[in-house]
């Protein structure tokens, strides 16, 4: 099993650009989910989904979209960036979110000028 | 959601036993606590987890308070590869997973 994987690693965006932050997942997992982490600072929810065709926000979901096609796939949209969007960010997946394991991506690193 | 709140930092000496503390007064009966941890560059990875008894693994230890207020993850001989960021989070009936700003372990050889 590859696990959670993102793509890509790194990303330089100029601002007003949009772009997608790939995410992939081959554990069969229902429960997905994308992170924030600025520096020095924990994790913050962006979206997250229950199983395909149903997503939810999180803490921060603004400037950000999600759709869930397949079980597998869960993108995160950027639709127009912004400085303040400069972060890394982070997939997770899991069988149910309150009592499995999640397992996370090695993330995004994105940088907004 | 419900909230928990750690210490900013610890220090342990290498090969000592290591107590990182977390309090989540507001915890709800369903709620489980989960541990995760951050290593410098990488995404977090899974600890340990509970609902009301204490519980060990390979990794480390989970003792929950008998209110379940408060929870102690337990380390029993720090190595310099455990430090890292530690987080106590709990999971919601909301589907939310919320991390708080963990507790920054520092081992000193």
């Known amino acids: 099993n590859a696990g959670v994987t993102q793509t890509p690693k790194f990303q330089v965006l100029k601002t007003g650009q949009s772009m997608t932050l790939q995410c992939a997942q081959d554990m069969n997992h229902e429960y997905m989910s994308w992170y924030r982490q600025d520096p020095g600072m924990g994790l913050r929810l962006i979206h997250y989904?229950?199983?395909?065709?149903?997503?939810d926000q999180g803490e921060v979901p603004n400037g950000y979209n999600v759709s869930r096609s397949t079980t597998e796939d869960f993108p995160l949209r950027l639709l127009s960036a912004a400085p303040s969007q400069t972060s890394v960010y982070f997939c997770?997946?899991?069988?149910?979110?309150?009592?499995?394991?999640?397992?996370f991506g090695p993330g995004t690193r994105l940088t907004v000028l | 959601d419900a909230k928990t709140t750690q210490p900013n930092s610890m220090e342990s000496n290498e090969e000592e036993p290591v107590h990182l503390p977390c309090n989540h007064s507001?915890?709800?009966?369903?709620?489980?606590i989960h541990w995760y941890r951050q290593l410098p560059s990488q995404g977090p990875e899974y600890v340990i987890h509970?609902?009301?008894s204490n519980v060990n693994n390979r990794m480390a230890s989970l003792a929950i308070a008998e209110d379940r207020k408060s929870s102690t993850l337990i380390l029993h001989r720090a190595t310099l590869r455990d430090a890292a960021v530690y987080y106590c989070i709990l999971s919601s009936g909301t589907y939310k997973y919320i991390f708080g700003t963990g507790t920054r372990l520092k081992v000193l050889a």
């Open positions: 509970g609902l009301t």
């Open positions: 997770a997946s899991s069988f149910s979110i309150s009592t499995d394991t999640q397992y």
């Open positions: 989904s229950v199983g395909a065709g149903i997503t």
């Open positions: 507001t915890i709800s009966g369903t709620d489980y």
